[in-house]
T-cell receptor, first 114, second 115 residues
Framework: AQKITQTQPGMFVQEKEAVTLDCTYD???????LFWYKQPSSGEMIFLIY??????QNATEGRYSLNFQKARKSANLVISASQLGDSAMYFC???????????FGAGTTVTVRA | KAGVTQTPRYLIKTRGQQVTLSCSPI?????VSWYQQTPGQGLQFLFE???????NKGNFPGRFSGRQFSNSRSEMNVSTLELGDSALYLC??????????????FGQGTRLTVV
């Protein structure tokens, strides 16, 4: 079964608007971490934000915030005030318990329009 | 502080050949993971090393192997290359990788093309 599901293959957003990228996950572990990465066309994976399963507050990092709904097993990324440089592929990932790997979703391509 | 360095950035090989990719983690990081990224399969975990020991391995054939040196630098090797091995290979380094909140920092990847 897929551990991470990203159902939006591609999205367009107007510059300065907010965009929400969906991510649902599947795990039976009580302890897990959720990550969002940005991958520009250059290929490098850039870490954006992290949410731990025991964190009660939603994580925020600058223009990025994570809408964590544990009961629904969702961890949506919100990018506020989109910029042209935000155009990239975005991946949701999870690390479970004592596993030493990240499981990634299929990614969502975001294109910011001027 | 220097980031994760992967060499080479681009590589073209012929079917049947073998290839070695290199990854230098962030200074002080002891965990190195490798991932394969293809348009069809997405990002898939290959293996993870910590202090020269492989701790986890993904579902890849034995043609894919890796190792880690005492300075934490890591190499991965693919023998008897197949066309389907064409991919972006990403290396990630972490301080220890023991806890779920251990952030992984990625390199720019090596883009391998098999012809």
């Amino acid at each position: 079964a897929q551990k991470i599901t990203q159902t939006q293959p591609g999205m367009f957003v107007q510059e300065k608007e907010a965009v929400t990228l969906d991510c649902t996950y599947d795990t039976s572990d009580q302890s897990y971490g959720l990550f969002w990465y940005k991958q520009p066309s250059s290929g490098e994976m850039i870490f954006l934000i992290y949410q731990g399963s025991y964190d009660e507050q939603n994580a925020t990092e600058g223009r990025y915030s994570l809408n964590f709904q544990k009961a629904r097993k969702s961890a949506n990324l919100v990018i506020s005030a989109s910029q042209l440089g935000d155009s990239a592929m975005y991946f949701c990932a999870m690390r479970e318990g004592n596993d030493y790997k990240l499981s990634f979703g299929a990614g969502t391509t975001v294109t910011v329009r001027a | 502080k220097a980031g994760v360095t992967q060499t080479p950035r681009y590589l073209i090989k012929t079917r049947g050949q073998q290839v070695t990719l290199s990854c230098s983690p962030i200074s002080g990081h002891r965990s190195v993971s490798w991932y394969q990224q293809t348009p069809g399969q997405g990002l898939q975990f290959l293996f993870e090393y910590f202090s020269e020991t492989q701790r986890n391995k993904g579902n890849f054939p034995g043609r894919f192997s890796g190792r880690q040196f005492s300075n934490s630098r890591s190499e991965m090797n693919v023998s008897t290359l197949e066309l389907g091995d064409s991919a972006l290979y990403l290396c990630a380094s972490s301080f220890d990788g023991f806890t779920v909140n251990t952030e992984a920092f990625f390199g720019q990847g090596t883009r391998l093309t098999v012809v």
